[in-house]
Every structure is written in C-alpha cells, then in structure tokens.
C-alpha cells in the first residue's frame, strides 16, 4: 500500500524521546515530507500556532510540559494538541504513536468529535505497521492497528458508543444502519461531512453548489433535517461520528 503523497508536504513530529524523534523524522523524510519537530507540550502547542496545519502530524499521547519534566504526568496533552490540530483544519491527518497501544480508551475523546483522518499504531511497532496507518489516515480512514485493545477487540462498538450521550448513541447506530441506503455518490459525501463543503468539492473533484445539493439529499434520506439539536451535535458531526462506527464495526 503507497502512502498518497502529491507533491511537497510537511509533516510535524510531536514526539519526547530524542530517538524516537529523530527516527520518524528520517522515515517520514524518506517518503518525501518537510518535517518540523516539538520535544514538549509547551514546543508542540507553538508549532502548531506559529505554523500553517501539515498534511500529517505523528502526535505521542504523553508528552512533558518540559524538558527538564522526568516523566510525563497524562495523556490528555497529546489529545489536546490532537484538537488543536483538527480545529486548525479537519483534513489533517493525525497518527497517534503511542506507548500506551492496548486500548482505544486513551482517543476516545477523538473518535467521539467526529474526526476523521485518524489513525492508532503502538509505539515501536515496525516500520510496515506505521506506514499503513499514514496510509490510512492520509486517506482520512479511521485506523486502528490490528491488535490494539487485543484484549477486548469486540467491545471496540460499545466502547465507543458508552463514550456518546444515549441518545446521541441512539441516532448515531441508526445513521450507521442507513448509511447503505444512499447512493455512493452520497456516501462520498456523507463520510466526508466534518470538513468543509469547499474540501469536499476539491476531494471529489465536483462543484461546491453539487455538494450542497447532496447534502441536502442527505438529510432527507437519512431523515435528519430535524436532529441538528440532539444533544448539542451538529448534523455534520452526528454523521461523521456514524462513519466511525462503521470503521469500527470493519476493523473490529
């Protein structure tokens, strides 16, 4: 599998341990990225500000707040750059490479805000296994590596649904079900609903007004003209959020 790489790109490395750094540095160099690394939270938080979003950030889930911190407290401060990064722009592909590959538990908070373009490999893992996953989230697959959460790999649909509100849940389980009800013109459409109407277009080489149309037709097939205030969603997240779970359900 080739990583879709079109021209010149930069990656960024958010990565703690100078060898590690250094190593997906030269990798993703390798595959023709510009990358541009961050050793803290503090140095990552500013790359991300001071610089126009890449087309791939590899993010550690623990990172220090600075050098001289011996041991990384959490795991929230790479799931917060994470955000920061989707916030900038929805298409960024984000490759979480983490220690703590046993469970989804960790990006749940990811996968509930309806992004796409995201994939989870363990820390270590081969080189093969790291050049899937930015395959994958280039692609804006949702991924996980086989074998995460080897442990309790069905429970991947549950867990991910006991992270929604019920009735979030609820619609969201009934959008996954209807989702082959749309042409595939309109499930091109509806997987791609957390970025903007004008990167749909561009991804699907179609005008912007023809997006729209679809979008429309979306709605009424999938009888959400009237579910934007469940919960607090927005339509466009509800339907991202039912797209992971059928990445879910295939990966699972």
């Given amino acids: 599998m080739s990583v879709p790489i079109s021209g010149p790109a930069t990656a960024f490395v958010i990565e703690d341990d100078p060898f590690a750094r250094w190593a997906l540095g030269q990798y993703l160099e390798s595959l023709q990225f510009t990358v541009l690394t961050a050793e803290t939270y503090t140095d990552a938080a500013a790359l991300i500000a001071g610089h126009p979003p890449p087309r791939l950030a590899v993010v550690d889930l623990a990172l220090r707040d600075n050098p001289a911190e011996r041991i990384p407290q959490s795991r929230s401060r790479g799931i917060t750059l994470v955000h920061a990064l989707k916030r900038r722009d929805p ?5 979480i490479w983490s220690a703590y590959g ?20 363990a820390k270590g893992s081969p080189q093969e296994a790291l050049h899937d996953a930015i395959s994958h989230a ?8 086989p074998g995460i959460d080897h442990a309790a790999t069905d429970s991947w649909e549950q867990m991910f649904l006991d ?4 009735v979030v849940a609820a619609t969201v389980v009934k959008l996954a079900r209807c989702f082959d009800e749309l042409t595939p013109q309109q499930r091109a459409v509806a997987e791609r609903m957390a970025c903007t109407t ?5 991804q699907l ?11 429309d037709a979306i709605y009424d097939r999938l009888e959400l003209k009237d579910t934007e205030a469940v919960a607090g969603y927005r339509r466009e997240v509800l339907l991202a959020l039912a797209h992971i779970l059928r990445r879910l359900r295939t990966t699972a």
């Avoid at 080489?205 to 979008?215: E, H, L, N």
Wanted: proline share 6%; charged share 15%; aromatic share 10%.
């Fill in 91 to 95: 298409e960024v592909a984000v490759v």
């Fill in 102 to 121: 046993g469970t989804i538990a960790p990006i749940l908070p990811l996968l509930t805000s309806g992004y796409t373009g995201l994939a989870y490999v």
């Fill in 138 to 145: 280039l692609r804006q697959d949702v991924f996980f590596q």
């Fill in 163 to 166: 992270a929604l509100e019920p």
């Fill in 198 to 202: 004008e990167t749909i277009a561009h």
């Fill in 205 to 215: 080489g179609i005008r912007v007004t023809t997006v729209r149309k679809y979008i």
